[in-house]
């Protein structure tokens, strides 16, 4: 069920890769492939090099999903780092969004075993289902709608004020007008 699941998720994302929407709810419903993209390419890697299985003898179910989605992250970093290093990310993303989905979904479907649901994860999913709702509402209310801060990407202005601050540490911005004045 849970793999089926997935797979749908995946399917119904891809819908905002040709139709091009600004809402704030796609952006709700496409946040979890945040997560999801990096897992499976993760779990790809270790698929694909049989190290799952030998990881498995040793690891938890739990710590090799984990290891996989920081692996898959750096795996993702390390892309899109050289495609923009050489300039092709501009051009080439139609090609590498859906080749890096595909993939994704590749490793979701080579390690499907890990997504196998048993009873006790059933019923806990089942309880997060029911409480969604409520969780849903307090964190409108209290993040969007009573906030003193206009709703934006944080994340992206953290980064743009650390380049800033790094910027200003070696006097690319904020010149000291000392250091360009000649004295005579």
């Known amino acids: 069920m849970l793999k089926k699941a997935v797979l749908g998720y995946f399917l119904l994302t891809t819908v905002f890769l040709f139709w091009h929407v600004a809402s704030f709810l796609k ?36 710590q090799l999903v984990l290891c996989s989605l920081f692996f898959g992250f750096a795996l993702l970093t390390i892309l899109y780092q050289q495609l923009e290093r050489f300039d092709l990310l501009r051009s080439s993303f139609l090609y590498v969004y859906p080749t890096v989905l595909l993939f994704s979904l590749s490793g979701f479907y080579l390690r499907r075993d890990l997504l196998a649901a048993e009873a006790g994860l059933k019923s806990h999913l089942k309880t997060l289902l029911v409480l ?27 980064h743009f004020m650390k380049g800033a601050l790094e910027f200003s540490r070696f006097h690319i911005l904020g010149l000291r007008v000392r250091e360009w004045v000649i004295f005579t």
């Open 132 to 158: 969604s709702p409520l969780f849903v509402t307090m964190y409108y209310f209290f993040f969007l709608q009573f906030t003193a801060f206009p709703l934006r990407d944080i994340y992206q202005e953290i």
């Open 27 to 62: 952006d709700l419903f496409v946040a979890p492939l945040y997560f999801l993209v990096p897992l499976g390419i993760g779990l790809l890697f270790f698929s694909t090099f049989k190290a799952g299985k030998q990881l498995l003898a040793w690891m938890t179910r739990a």
